[in-house]
């Protein structure tokens, strides 16, 4: 399961989604995204294309995905230690999220 959290782990995920039929200047601008680290980017790549249904889901979970982890961090730096409930949410949330990739994965959506 990846931990989706971290923006490194979202990264490779996109990675795995690249799409076979890309023309030479797609693939280009894909693999300088990816390398970029740039997020907004890869969310607009595949906004821009027609996907099928498990890959717009898996595109969706990311996204999720990103949204959790950047609130954890900011309530991470403002909370006491002590565990919080919201936080406690966020973290369930981001291992079910996991669990539907690797799910996706074990079907033979992600490469």
Not at 13 to 20: D, G, H, S
């Amino acid at each position: 399961m990846p931990d989706l959290r971290y923006r490194t782990f979202r990264m490779k995920v996109y990675a795995r989604l690249y799409p076979p039929d890309l023309t030479p200047q797609e693939r280009e601008g894909f693999l300088t995204v990816l390398d970029r680290m740039d997020e907004d980017g890869m969310e607009g790549f595949f906004d821009e294309r027609p996907l099928e249904a498990q890959i717009k889901r898996v595109v969706q979970i990311l996204k999720e995905a990103r949204d959790l982890g950047d609130r954890i961090n900011v309530l991470d730096r403002t909370l006491p230690v002590l565990p919080h409930a919201e936080i406690t949410e966020y973290y369930t949330r981001l291992r079910a999220l996991g669990n539907e990739i690797g799910d996706l994965q074990a079907a033979g959506i992600l490469k």
